[in-house]
Structures are given as structure tokens and as C-alpha cells.
């Protein structure tokens, strides 16, 4: 067995598994579906290396009605932040916020 980071979806071993994770490979960004999120660490004690290191974020809709988002047509809520698009016959200004007629 080797060291492995057990990522886990709500609070308790019984939730669902979202991945299990080791080596340097980045694993994808992870999103919980509500507001928790575990994380077991497993070690066969043998070998001593680096180790493992995780950042966090809140994430927030920004497109929602209370969020920061200020595009003129279409708002797409990204990882930590935003993105604004146009509907069809549109084309985005290069401010990134307004719509131009194509």
C-alpha cells in the first residue's frame, strides 16, 4: 500500500467518495455539493517524502442576484470568479461586461 489523499464529499467516511489521489499529478479542481468536504489522509508509514498540501476556497456564485457580476447579457459563474458571454448576433466588448451587435 502507498500514501493516498481520500477526498470525501459531507462530514463522515459514510458520504460519497469524490476521488482518491496520489502522487504529483494535480487532481482536477474538486467541488463539494454543499457546504462540507472531508479529506482522509492514508500512510503505510515506510517511506518519508514531501507529502501532500491542498489550498481552499470559497466559492460563491458570483452571477447570483447578490453576487458581484455586472454583465450586460449572459453571466457564467467560474471558479473563483466570473465570465461574461453574449447571445447570438452579439459579439462582447473588449471590456469583457457589454454586448456589441456582430
Known amino acids: 500500500m ?13 458520504s460519497k467518495v ?3 489521489y496520489c502522487g504529483y499529478k494535480l487532481p482536477p479542481d474538486i467541488k463539494s455539493t454543499n457546504n462540507s468536504l472531508s479529506v482522509k489522509f492514508v ?3 515506510s517511506v518519508q517524502k514531501a507529502g501532500f498540501s491542498a489550498s481552499f476556497i470559497l466559492e460563491q ?13 449572459i453571466c457564467v459563474n467560474t471558479l473563483g470568479g466570473y465570465e461574461c458571454a453574449c447571445r447570438i448576433g452579439f459579439d462582447l466588448h473588449s471590456d469583457g461586461i457589454h454586448c456589441e451587435r456582430e
Open 18 to 20: 469524490i476521488g482518491t
Open 43 to 45: 500512510s503505510d508509514g
Open 61 to 73: 456564485d458570483e452571477c447570483s442576484p447578490s453576487g458581484l457580476g455586472k454583465c450586460e447579457q
Open 2 to 14: 502507498y500514501d493516498y489523499v481520500e477526498v470525501i464529499d459531507g462530514i463522515g467516511l459514510s
